[in-house]
């Protein structure tokens, strides 16, 4: 939905004279029988005595939690939301018939005849595919309203990794989170072959939330747009400013606006604030994915052997790939500052070995593939650029790992010639507040010295919200 047009809106029905039983703020609404009997009760009146009272344009005023399919007005809900708050009054014409299916879609295919009404956005769409995958003509109908040829082959690409639609199924109880969902990323998001990783993510955010709302279905069903937008990408233990910013707005009911009970509440806040990673979400998700997809690209071009995928053998992810490529090593060493190598205890691991392939590859991202970090302010002067010692560095780690493959034997053979990964210089300024996606010059320089898998390990929140902590988390997210 388009937030920047419903708050306009808002402030149209704030400094006009804002009656919800005027015709044109009227809208549409299902319920089933059992609601509409709810309702009826808490207004104290027979379905006869209601309609009489519509009649002569009398509307009851009725509070209560009641749940109301409404398909035409969505931006005026918003924009009374954002004018009024939670006590905001909104008038409803409801619909209650047996066949509840039939009459949804009657409604819903109605309000579509309204130039005026909001778009769709995506993940309100994946959702309703999602919900009625059972029933073809529906999932045509919401396919349809995708307004681009290419988010409609994204949307088939995604529906076809199972493992992933899985993980993002978890998520379908909160309403909230479906706004940050991108089918225009999404096939560069899959082109990356990291199917276990971005559902492991998926599952991830879906741990987060479920630990916020402590598992209740009713506190899931809380989590809207708003209180989404204001936590994600917060760090509660790490950011004084953060922990001040969700209190303050908890305790003035600006997020989970629909929960009342103080206990409950004083439980959300609870949760929220001993929170020690950055708070997850889809949109958080698509940021940090951009991010990952870079070092995938650089595994991909310089360490990975990809076989050609058959009829008979369908595409493999790069994480299946490399399992083959892969021998455990008598003894696993993992870096521990440049050229710095320590044995690790236990087993050899391939996921260990995955992981520390990865930081290697992302500590070094700008000479060994196009991207470049983001500036830390315009005009910053940076002399990034493709460097084959780079390529060989990589190279040299992914053997001590364990990995072997033809990719790798020309990457060792490349003459030594070990200049400067970059000539940017490291300089005394404070850090722009990197929550995560690339990084920015500095952020960059600094992950470069720290970035190392012991050393995130040993990051802790302690009130500061360092790059190495913010690496840390979106390596945790995905790993």
């Known amino acids: ?9 808002a402030v149209i029905l704030r400094n006009s004279r804002y009656e919800p039983s005027e015709p044109q703020h009227q809208i549409s609404g299902l319920v089933s029988e059992k609601t509409l009997e709810t309702i009826l009760q808490s207004a104290q009146l027979s379905r006869e005595e209601l309609v009489k009272k519509n009649q002569s344009h009398y509307y009851p005023l009725i509070r209560g939690d009641f749940r109301i399919w409404c398909f035409r007005g969505r931006r005026r809900i918003l924009a009374a939301l954002i004018a009024f708050g939670r006590h905001s009054e909104i008038t409803v014409k409801l619909y209650c018939k047996t066949e509840v299916a039939r009459l949804r879609r009657f409604i819903r295919d109605e309000g579509e005849s309204f130039l005026h009404e909001a778009d769709y956005y995506d993940g309100e769409i994946y959702w309703n595919i999602r919900e009625y995958e059972k029933d073809p003509i529906e999932v045509s109908k919401w396919r349809d309203r995708l ?17 992933i639609v899985d993980a993002l199924d978890r998520l379908r109880p909160y309403p909230g989170l479906w706004f940050g969902l991108k089918l225009g990323n999404i096939h560069r998001h899959l082109a990356t072959h990291l199917d276990e990783r971005i559902a ?44 001040a910013l969700i209190s303050e707005a908890i305790d003035r009911g600006a997020i989970f606006s629909r929960i009342g009970d103080r206990r409950v509440r004083a439980g959300l806040k609870q949760r929220l604030l001993s929170q020690r990673h950055i708070i997850p979400s889809i949109a958080t998700y698509d940021t940090n994915m951009n991010y990952i997809a870079i070092g995938a690209k650089i595994v991909s071009e310089h360490i990975e052997v990809r076989p050609k995928a058959t009829f008979r053998k369908p595409v493999t992810t790069m994480y299946e790939n490399l399992s083959h490529q892969w021998k455990s090593p008598p003894q696993m060493l993992v870096e521990v500052e440049e050229g710095l190598f320590r044995p690790t205890r236990g087993t050899p691991s391939l996921e260990l070995a995955f992981i520390a392939l990865f930081l290697q590859a992302l500590r070094d991202f700008p000479s060994l593939c196009g991207e470049k970090p983001l500036q830390d302010f315009r005009g910053e002067k940076t002399e990034f650029g493709l460097n084959q010692y780079s390529v060989k560095r990589l190279c040299q780690r992914a053997y001590i ?15 030594n010639n070990p200049t400067p990964v970059s000539s940017s210089e490291r300089r005394t300024l404070l850090l722009s507040d990197w929550r995560g996606g690339k990084p920015f010059v500095q952020t960059f320089l600094d992950l470069q010295r720290t970035s190392y898998l012991p050393n995130l390990l040993r990051t802790s929140p302690d009130n500061s919200l360092t790059p190495a902590y913010v690496q840390r988390d979106i390596i945790r997210a995905f790993f």
């Open 1 to 9: 939905m388009d937030f920047k047009r419903a708050k306009k809106l």
């Open 147 to 163: 307004k681009s040829d290419s988010k409609k082959k994204h949307l088939a690409l995604l529906l076809g990794r199972k493992q």
């Open 200 to 243: 492991y993510h998926f599952s991830y955010i879906a741990d987060v939330w479920d630990f916020i709302t402590n598992d209740d279905n009713d506190l899931k069903d809380a989590v809207d747009c708003e209180t989404v937008q204001l936590v994600q990408f917060r760090a509660p233990l790490a950011s004084r400013s953060d922990r």
């Open 401 to 415: 790992l364990g990995f072997y493959n033809a990719k790798i034997e020309r990457g060792l053979q490349i003459p």
